[in-house]
């Protein structure tokens, strides 16, 4: 809770980018594969709609690919300098990982995205009271 009303907390707890209360995701386990980016329409506690236009999300395999290359960086760099694997091993490593955090990566990336175009507003979820 340190963390909440930045962006960190955001993406990384994978909450609504502008009031941080609600997941935005519907299953919160990414590996629950066949959920893994099944997402709600709109955040119950503020009225964010998640897809801001159609197709929303396709930027986020932009984020995507950097956010792999540097779990496949970091796993090279464990396997080969901290436990000194040759670079076939390394390379197994980084196939390892890419596969054990493949769900983890897509759902980052989502978080990471979204939250490129949408703040944190602590007023959020009283304006949207007030609406209804």
């Known amino acids: ?7 960190i907390y955001s993406i990384f707890t994978g909450t609504c980018p502008r009031c941080q209360e609600e997941s935005m995701y519907k299953t919160k386990n990414p590996y629950v594969l066949t959920d893994v980016l099944k997402i709600n329409d709109t955040c119950s506690k503020c009225g964010l709609r998640y897809r801001l236009e159609p197709s929303f999300f396709y930027g986020s ?3 995507s690919y950097g956010v792999g ?3 496949a960086v ?4 464990i396997s080969h300098f901290m436990f000194q ?11 390892v990982t ?10 980052i990336s989502r978080n990471i995205w979204i939250n490129m175009f949408i703040g944190y507003d602590k007023e959020a979820i009283k ?4 609406k209804k």
Request: overall charge positive; glycine content about 4%; proline content about 2%.
């Open 1 to 7: 809770m340190m963390f909440k009303g930045t962006k």
């Open 61 to 63: 395999m932009y984020v």
């Open 69 to 71: 290359i540097a779990f």
């Open 74 to 77: 970091a796993a090279f760099v």
């Open 85 to 95: 694997a040759s670079l076939l091993y390394s390379f197994f490593a980084i196939i």
């Open 98 to 107: 890419m596969i054990a955090f493949g769900p983890i990566i897509m759902r």
């Open 127 to 130: 304006k949207f009271s007030s």
